[in-house]
């Protein structure tokens, strides 16, 4: 018996071997676009939009301040008249007409007087509202939630007290002059005025803006008490300050209130050459200024950290 040999398929012709697909090569991928880089004029661009925001929110803010303000003029005009008025009628009128006052004492009151309106209406107008906005009402928030920096916020309370001491104080120069008698007040000197009275404003905000912050609201009213008397009678408001030379002691505390600066600058503007001696017009200013650099941080430090809490 022959055995007939098989044969086994091998390679690609055997039975039930699938046939391998031919390896493709690899399709070359595309280069990842390169996003187009915003150029140096588009950033400045974006910033400057920016800042342009911030400063908008931060005028309507103040606009919107001021408007308040003028709806309810005829009450602010009683809260900042009245102390002056009288401290003008009884010191200036009253006691001059009795033989108490040496002649020439009003044109010395008067600028004083007017000083003092300008920083302590702006202090007030500052620090009391902080003080209940933070504790009580909370309107603060909004104004914290505005899209501007929360240092614009405090320089917007700053401003808005100033340009309320800046229309009280102006107001009493009208005034003054029709309450008192042998009293005048140059006009060539009013651009000048403007000036002094607007930083005397704005220090005031300053201190203000430390009080404010600083002074729990529950002791608003003692801390006031304890520091408006005090600032009212050492800021030489009533007296040159040069006349304290033989109340040495007394002369160098009225030297550390700011109104002090803006008592004397007002007088250097106003009395004639041969009246009292008034400190310089360029050492009042820095002095000033010196004042608001001070408690201007210290009151912003104050809100950044009240506005924190």
């Known amino acids: 018996m022959t055995t007939a040999a098989t044969s086994t398929p091998t390679g690609d012709n055997a039975p039930g071997t699938k046939e391998l697909p031919a390896l493709e090569a690899p399709k070359p991928q595309p280069e990842p676009q390169q996003q187009p880089q915003p150029s140096g004029r588009t950033g400045r661009g974006g910033r400057h939009r920016r800042r342009a925001t911030r400063w908008r929110t931060f005028y309507f803010i103040l606009w919107r301040d001021i408007f308040v303000t003028g709806r309810e003029i005829a009450p602010f005009l009683g809260q900042v008249l ?23 004492f009003e044109q010395v009151l008067l600028p004083g007087v007017v000083a003092l309106n300008s920083f302590l209406v702006s202090l ?55 309450l008192l008698d042998h009293v005048s007040w140059p006009l060539h000197t009013l651009p000048a005025t403007l000036g002094i009275l607007t930083l005397g404003g704005l220090v005031g905000g300053t201190v203000g803006l430390t009080l404010g912050t600083l002074a729990p609201a529950r002791h608003i009213s003692i801390v006031f008490a304890m520091t408006l008397t005090p600032i009212m009678f050492t800021g030489a408001t009533q007296f040159p300050w040069a006349s304290l030379s033989h109340i040495r002691w007394f002369q160098i505390l009225c030297t550390l209130n700011p109104l002090t600066y803006v008592s004397e600058a007002m007088r250097g503007l106003l009395l004639p050459s041969g009246g009292p001696h008034s400190i310089p017009l360029p050492i009042c200013i820095g002095a000033i200024a010196a004042g608001c650099v001070v408690y201007g941080f210290i009151g912003i430090r104050g809100f950044h950290r009240r506005a924190q809490d």
């Open 82 to 104: 009245v102390e002056p008025f009288f401290i003008l009628f009884v010191f200036g009128k009253v006691l001059g007409n009795l033989g108490y006052t040496t002649p020439g």
């Open 124 to 178: 007030q107008n500052t620090a009391l509202p902080l003080a209940i906005d933070f504790s009580y009402t909370k309107e603060i928030e909004d104004r914290l939630l505005a899209p501007i920096p929360v240092v614009l916020v405090a320089i917007e309370k700053v401003l808005f007290g100033a340009i309320r001491g800046l229309i009280g104080s102006l107001v009493m120069i009208p005034i003054g002059l029709a």
